[in-house]
């Protein structure tokens, strides 16, 4: 008998996609139409407790998620047309480095933190500053299911289905004032749960902070996710409340957020300072412009297995250059990488 193993160094086309994820899919398609553009359908109601996916759902979830359920915009935004990667994987192999440097460390740590009550804390240039609790945050929303890509400058990468909504709409509400050219975001630091922001081995200067151009965060591709998977954010994957940025490198998209500040210049961010020749303040996923010590053109779509490494060619903004190239018009990407 011949076997087929696909080489390491091709793209392998063949997506694995298990088979509850895809029969739930094929059921969720017929009920909600499939393809739909943004915007373009109202939401398609499930039963309150019922994740859409057949996936592990807390025996309790806060009120202020399940009573967005009911109403969530699912597949708000034109699917991939790849397999959505499987929850366990997910939720298993994670950068969360509160919880330390290995890619099992959050999932094994994390849950530990207790994200209920959560709140936070809004301030800088805007016209209503002040520490606001997540429900209260999420409250005026309607949530969305937005299906990305996430593309870790690691060069691995999911596809992964969020519930959240539009960044921009919260900045919006807090009303902006002149100075508001970036916003500023930060990550709680917990020493009692988090294993390494204790460490006085730690290169990193917590909290972990990262940044947007304001332009950046308000597209209407930028969201904070507070699900995932039809169901409350994993405390591994940045419960409660977490920025998903689709065409930056996943380190962009800050988890467990506690504050987020409106500001004039441009705000520090955690990898561009421990290491600024090879992590930038922009970090948008570009193939042309490679790491230091690796190549950008290619990654590692998870789960890989022992027949195929899946690697595929890395797409400029990660797919998504249609909807953002302009904000980098006239832009050197090589310099602002
Ligand atoms: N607070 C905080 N946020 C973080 C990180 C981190 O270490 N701490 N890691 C980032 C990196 S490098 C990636 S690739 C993504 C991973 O998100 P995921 O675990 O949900 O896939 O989270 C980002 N957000
Ligand atoms: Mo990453």
């Not at 979830?61 to 929850?87: C, H, M, N, S, Y």
């Not at 919006?172 to 988090?194: C, Q």
Request: overall charge negative.
């Amino acid at each position: 008998m011949l076997i087929r193993v696909p080489s390491a160094s091709r793209c392998s086309s063949a997506d694995i996609t298990p088979e509850s994820v895809y029969l739930s899919r094929r059921r969720f398609m017929a009920a909600s139409g499939a393809g739909l553009a943004l915007g373009a359908l109202p939401g398609v109601a499930f039963a309150q407790d019922v994740s859409p996916y057949e996936v592990p759902v807390p025996a309790e979830q806060p009120t202020w998620f399940t009573e967005k359920l009911p109403g969530v915009q699912w597949r708000a935004v034109v699917p991939v047309d790849e397999a959505i990667t499987p929850f366990e994987d997910a939720t298993h192999y994670n950068n969360f480095y509160e919880f330390g440097p290995d890619k099992g460390d959050p999932a094994e740590h994390a849950d530990a933190m207790d994200i209920e009550p959560w709140t936070v804390q809004i301030d800088g240039a805007v016209e209503k500053p002040g520490t606001y609790s997540v429900a209260d945050l999420v409250q005026p929303h309607r949530l969305e299911e937005r299906i990305y890509r996430l593309r870790c400058v690691e060069a691995w990468s999911m596809v992964i289905p969020w519930l959240g909504f539009p960044l921009g709409e919260l900045i919006r509400r807090a009303g902006p004032t002149g100075g508001a050219k970036y916003v500023a975001f930060e990550t709680a630091v917990l020493p009692e749960v988090m294993p390494a922001v204790d460490s006085r081995f730690s290169l990193i200067d917590w909290p972990y902070r990262e940044g947007l151009r304001i332009d950046e965060a308000m597209h209407p591709l930028t969201i904070l996710a507070v699900g995932m998977y039809g169901r409350i954010l994993e405390e591994q994957n940045g419960a409660p409340m977490r920025l998903v940025v689709p065409w930056k490198y996943g380190f962009k998209s800050i988890k467990s957020i506690v504050r987020l500040s409106l500001v004039e210049e441009q705000p520090y961010t955690t990898w561009q300072n421990l290491a600024p020749e090879e992590y930038g303040f922009y970090a948008n996923v570009n193939p042309n412009v490679d790491h230091p010590r690796w190549t950008q053109a290619r990654e590692r779509r998870l789960p890989a297995n022992l027949f195929s490494t899946n690697v595929r060619d890395t797409l400029m903004f990660n797919g998504y250059a249609d909807e953002v190239a302009s904000l980098y018009q006239g832009m050197d990407l090589a310099k602002f990488y």
